[in-house]
């Protein structure tokens, strides 16, 4: 199974909204609404962010927000603020009953 | 407060099986829910392993599923990983994690394993 496609870096400003898209197949992303998202700083665990394409877990900030669009998933995070500087993660399930991460997505407040 | 805890060799010899076992506490494994295991490469992103029912029934990676078992113990609320085969490429550090069923809600510290003689 091949990777889900996202763009390996994305920046903004403090204050400012951006998005990373996670892109995959109708066999992933497409087939299901089963799309999560991960933070993770150097040298920590992940922690889960969004799932199932747009529910945000309790104590995360609803400066986060997911959406989906055919076989492309989006995280949005708003208000951007230095603490937000991480990389970031999609995950799908698959038709194949397995799970897939994205490459992952170094964000930089600027 | 559900934890998750890594344990086990820190260095395996090419060839041979890196073994790791998940603790888990504030939440018994047999009352549900998926377990799993993901790793990370130094510097690169997430791969999962594959994953565990408290039952027992799994679900593997294909790309590492010839090598790969994940069992379960609820007697000691552990589950654990084996990996066979081991090359340089298999060093990373390794995540348990519960599963939900389909996304990770809780994680350990991770584990880093490097393969070397």
């Known amino acids: 199974q091949s990777a889900l496609t996202q763009p390996a870096s994305v920046s903004g400003s403090p204050g400012q909204s951006i998005t990373i898209s996670c892109t995959g197949t109708?066999?992933?992303?497409?087939?299901?609404?089963?799309v999560s998202w991960y933070r993770q700083y150097p040298g920590k665990a992940p922690k889960l962010m969004i799932h199932?394409?747009?529910n945000r877990p309790s104590g995360v900030s609803n400066r986060f927000s997911g959406s989906k669009s055919g076989n492309t998933a989006s995280l949005t995070i708003s208000g951007l603020q230095a603490e937000d500087e991480a990389d970031y993660y999609c995950?799908?399930?698959?038709?194949?009953?397995?799970?897939?991460f994205g490459g992952g997505t170094k964000l930089a407040v600027l | 407060q559900v934890q998750l805890q890594e344990s086990g060799p820190g260095l395996v010899k090419p060839s041979e099986t890196l073994s790791l076992t998940c603790t888990v506490s504030?939440?018994?494994?047999?009352?549900?829910?998926?377990w799993g295991w993901i790793r990370q490469p130094p510097g690169k992103g997430l791969e999962w392993i594959g994953s565990?029912?408290?039952?027992?029934?799994?679900y593997y990676n294909p790309s590492l599923k010839s090598r790969v078992t994940i069992s379960v113990d609820t007697s000691k609320n552990q589950f654990s990983l084996k990996l066979n085969s081991v090359t340089a490429a298999d060093t990373a550090v390794f995540y348990c994690?519960?599963?939900?069923?389909?996304?990770?809600?809780?994680w350990g510290q991770g584990t880093l394993v490097t393969v070397s003689s």
């Open positions: 994690a519960r599963v939900g069923p389909w996304y990770f809600d809780y």
């Open positions: 504030g939440y018994s494994i047999s009352s549900g829910y998926y």
């Open positions: 565990i029912y408290h039952s027992g029934g799994t």
């Open positions: 109708s066999s992933d992303v497409g087939g299901y609404n089963y």
């Open positions: 199932d394409v747009s």
């Open positions: 995950s799908s399930y698959t038709s194949s009953s397995t799970l897939i």
